[in-house]
């Protein structure tokens, strides 16, 4: 049963707090032109909201926030794009790990991180080691992510363990995502409305929030906006 809570605004309403939330941050480069500045801010602009929406999450009863922060399709951006948003991230992990720790949040990696530089890797790896014992909430950071990609790779990792016919649960058991329940809400912020390769298999019966906020704009509020809207849904998974 997803878990009600009231809201700051308005404490007569209740709010149901989907198990698992995913987010697709766009709209960073949108929000650094509007100010002309370089992309490259708009990403720690990102990184930010990013953390704040962690800590809101958490604070809500989340048990499960998962965020695409760098695509299979990302590679096609600029070296220098790239490289500012690994050593973004890369930073990033480093620095907010402890209050992760504090927060009792653990983590999980979904994608071929192992594309990224040793250094990157090696934060990463130690990240997800040192909180792995942490009993509440779970972030998942999607880094060269792919939708189809999780597929292909479930597959191959499949065939390789001699399985000549698959079931829907052997295929969800070998995504990166194994053993992590289907988001229940997918957000999408800065007005693009798809899925752009974001969990294509987990969301199936997700329900999916559009916001034409960019992504370093988005707070609690909009969250909890999104979170009004989820509530209002009937989930009837093709049933009536
Ligand atoms: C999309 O905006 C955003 C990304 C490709 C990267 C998301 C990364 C962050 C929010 C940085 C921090 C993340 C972590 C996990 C520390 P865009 O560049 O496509 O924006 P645009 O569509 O306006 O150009």
């Known amino acids: 049963m997803p878990q009600k809570i009231k809201t700051d605004s308005n404490a007569n309403e209740q709010l149901k707090i989907p198990q698992h939330i995913a987010i697709i941050m766009d709209g960073n480069g949108r929000w650094a032109k509007k100010r002309g500045l370089p992309r490259k801010m708009g990403h720690s602009a990102g990184g930010e909201a990013f953390i704040k929406i962690v800590g809101d999450c958490n604070k809500l009863g989340v048990g499960y926030l998962t965020v695409f922060a760098f695509s299979t399709e990302n590679w096609k951006r600029s070296s220098d794009e790239i490289s500012s948003l690994v050593s973004l991230m890369h930073k990033y992990i480093v620095k907010h790990t402890p209050k992760l720790m504090e927060l009792n949040i653990s983590l999980r990696l979904l994608g071929d991180y192992s594309a990224f530089d040793a250094l990157t890797v090696k934060a990463l ?104 809207s989820y509530s209002g849904r009937i989930r009837r998974f093709g049933g009536v």
């Open 125 to 228: 790896d130690e990240s997800v080691e040192k909180l792995k014992h942490n009993t509440g909430m779970t972030l998942c950071i999607a880094l060269n992510y792919g939708g189809r990609d999780d597929i292909v790779h479930a597959v191959n990792l499949l065939i390789k363990s001699g399985k000549t016919v698959v079931a829907e649960e052997d295929i969800a058991s070998a995504l990166y995502t194994s053993g992590i329940p289907d988001p229940e809400l997918v957000i999408r912020t800065s007005g693009e409305e798809r899925m752009s390769n974001f969990l294509l298999w987990q969301t199936a019966y997700s329900e999916l929030y559009f916001t034409d906020v960019l992504w370093p704009d988005f707070d609690r509020k909009e969250l909890i906006a999104a979170l009004e």
